[in-house]
């Protein structure tokens, strides 16, 4: 791949041309990642559907089969599981008892995700030519840690990571996670970019005023992403390292 075209790998269609890929990469002083897509594959070795059938079975043996319904029983998503019992139990010792374990199965996953290609070199580049980097995710803060040390990545983003809180009814697609990075740090809306990989980061951006780069490692994340209105979607990091090499 080029810097001729900027193409989503996913599809062999042009996604965001080089110059609208150069355009974001230029007015970017605050980068906002995305963590499960961009960063790693969180649970590339430690399945998300079994997690989510391990939240559903631990309610069902708590005698709570009752408080999802069928579709969200067969959830593969787990934050799908933790915010259909917030919904009915907000604030309650019951979601807190549940997100802790669902922090502690994505510190599982955390041992075993596999870094997304080019990512890490990416991360350091950005960090060299001094553009500011966060974390703006939905997993658990910890996880994120937890994961950045083993990558010798903690310094290019601390003390900048803004994951999941307490609050879940603030997670993505809302955009508090966004606005409390682009607080902290000072930056105007305009002179961020958010990199995601689901429509939920789309949104989330916009509603923040925040320029978006889709990354989408196959096709249906690319199908997704397009149908939603993303208007840059890149199949590989790699064009943006490109970029930032060239500059």
Known sequence: MTTETTTDTTTGTAAGTAAQLRELLSR?????WDFDGPVCRLFAGHKAERVAAGLVEWLAGRGLHGLLDDTEREAVD???VLRAVDRRHPGSDLVAELEERLTKE?????????????ADPLIRTWTAVGTRLAITTNNSPRVVRSYLDTRGLTACFSPHIYGRTTDLHLLKPDPHCLNRALSAMGAAPSAALMIGDSPSDLT?????GVPFLGYARNEQKGKLLREAGAECVV???EPLLLALRRR
């Not at 994505?106 to 080019?118: D, F, H, I, K, V």
């Not at 989330?204 to 923040?208: F, K, N, P, T």
């Open 28 to 32: 970017a002083r605050v980068v906002l």
């Open 78 to 80: 787990p934050h799908g």
């Open 106 to 118: 994505e510190l599982r996953a955390a041992a075993s995700a596999l870094p997304t290609a080019y």
């Open 204 to 208: 989330a951006a916009r509603d923040a």
């Open 235 to 237: 199949g590989s990091l």
